[in-house]
Each structure stands twice: as structure tokens, then as C-alpha cells.
């Protein structure tokens, strides 16, 4: 049996895509007294000089610190209250759900979902404004022993990301559920050309291409007010000389933004299909009652 595939997937990345800082830099790392500027290029040297994995070596430099082994999951969630974004998170969250709230959607049972995939730090941003608006957050995390943070329990780094857009597209959400299963492509729960994935750099090409390459929507966004240019710049190679993405934007999330005009044009076109696929089956099954 084929399922009503009527669902919509957005999927985001978080640092420099819904936010422009690094999570760690506005919460744990200030909560510790910590300064991103010497923290970080520690991380560097674990990774270049002793092999670590990106995600490793951040994980591994938080826990030198006895001011951080000391938090608990808890405290991590409670510090997500302290993080910043680009202008229009969260509330275009909602505006988006607008778009597919129309009547003309509703008729059909049309759905948006929000999701978030991160290589941070899951504990703070379930603590964040935007865990409301998320049906699943996804991230690094740590164990616990004897009520504090011990040890890295779970890593995502920018391959693995992928696997978490396959949980999406069959809605195997729960980590004890293998995403390995085999699922013909008409019971999924999220078709890939129904999914949106924005991201801002390098660290997302993986999940750009399994989008692109299945039929979804490909968004790179940089940070306008960097002065550098390096975000722009990052952005602009993977659409004009790697051919990675659809869509290059401004993170500006307001309605009327770039941004907003290129997401909401997609949405209505996916709806649109779905709304279309939906009426054609049931004509299609329709069977005409004899004549009296």
C-alpha cells in the first residue's frame, strides 16, 4: 500500500545557516569563560596534528575544562535560551506553515515539517526558541555519569548528515530504528522531491548533493554583514563553479527577502503537485454509478 506522501520537508543546518555564530561560542564556551578565539584553533591542532575528527576534537577540547565537564545535559539545554539568529528565525518558521496552511492545501491534508541537523551540540538547541517549530533536532551529544557530561555519545560530521535526511525521507526518526531498512520509494514518508535542505558551505555539500541529485531543492545562504566576504565567497563557489546548489541567498529569513520569495515559490510549487497527484487519484478511482 503507498502512503499519501503529503508532506513537505525543510531541513537545516544551524551554525552560519539559521545563525551566525558558532553555538558553542554564545553559550558554553561563555558560560566557561572560555575565549572562541583560543578555543577553536585548539580544536585545529587536534585535527591536524593527532588526526581527530572535526567533531571529536571540539567534543574532546569541551571536556579539558573542568568548568564544562562539571554541566549536565540539563544545563546545556538551558543555556540554548542564549542563542542568536539571522533575522526572521524564528518566526518565519510559522509564516511558513501559513503557506501551506491555505484552505486549497488544507482540502488535501498538506503538511510542512521543520527539521534541524546539526554537527552542535542536540542538548542546546532543544533548549532553543526554535525546538517548538522542529519535529526533530539532530546533533552531537554527550553521555552522562553521576549527573554531568562524560563523554561523547553520539557525533554527527558533515557525511553522516546525510544519513539523517534518509531518516526524514523514510520517517524513521528514532535512533534505535535503522535507517538501512529497505523501503520502496512509494511508502516513504518524505519523497526527496518534496524535501528542501539550506545550508551555507563545504560542510554541506554532502546533503546538497543527495538532495539535488534526487529531485528536492538545494539552498546555500551566507551572511551578508560578514565583511570578509568568506561567506559569500563559500556560498558563490557552490553554485557558479561546483554546481552544488540551486540557490544562493542572504541568511535573511524576513518575509520579502530573497530568501523568503525563493523558499515560498518552492513550498507552493510542491503543494501544488501534491494537491494535483491527490486529485487525479482519487478521479482515477472513481468508478461511475450505473445509470437508473
Known sequence: MTGPQNIIAVVYDFDHTLSPHYMQDHTILRQAGINPSEFWPSCTALIQERGYDQELAYMKRLLDYEAIRSLSNQDLEKMGA???FFPGVPDFFEELNQVVGQARYQEWDVHLEHYVVSSGLKAILDGSEIAKW????FGCEFDEEQGHIHFPKRTISHTQKTQFLFRVNK???????????????????VP?????????????????????KNGGLAVAVYNPDDPSRRSFKKCYDLTHHADRVHFMAP??????????????????????????????????????????
Not at 522542529?134 to 533536532?137: F, N, P, R, S
Not at 535507517?179 to 520509494?185: L, S
Not at 524576513?254 to 515559490?265: H, M, V, W
Open 192 to 212: 526527496f522531491h518534496h524535501m528542501i535542505y539550506v545550508g551555507d558551505g563545504p560542510t554541506d555539500v554532502p546533503c546538497f548533493t543527495v538532495i539535488k
Open 134 to 137: 522542529t519535529k526533530a533536532i
Open 251 to 292: 541568511a535573511d529569513y524576513q518575509a520579502g527577502s530573497p530568501l523568503r520569495l525563493i523558499l515560498e515559490q518552492h513550498l507552493t510549487e510542491i503543494a501544488d503537485s501534491i494537491v494535483e497527484r491527490r486529485r487525479q487519484a482519487t478521479e482515477g478511482s472513481r468508478v461511475p454509478a450505473p445509470p437508473p
Open 171 to 189: 520517517g524513521l526518526l528514532k535512533m534505535e530504528q535503522d535507517v538501512n531498512d529497505h523501503m520502496p520509494e512509494e511508502v516513504r514518508r
Open 82 to 84: 542564549q542563542l542568536t
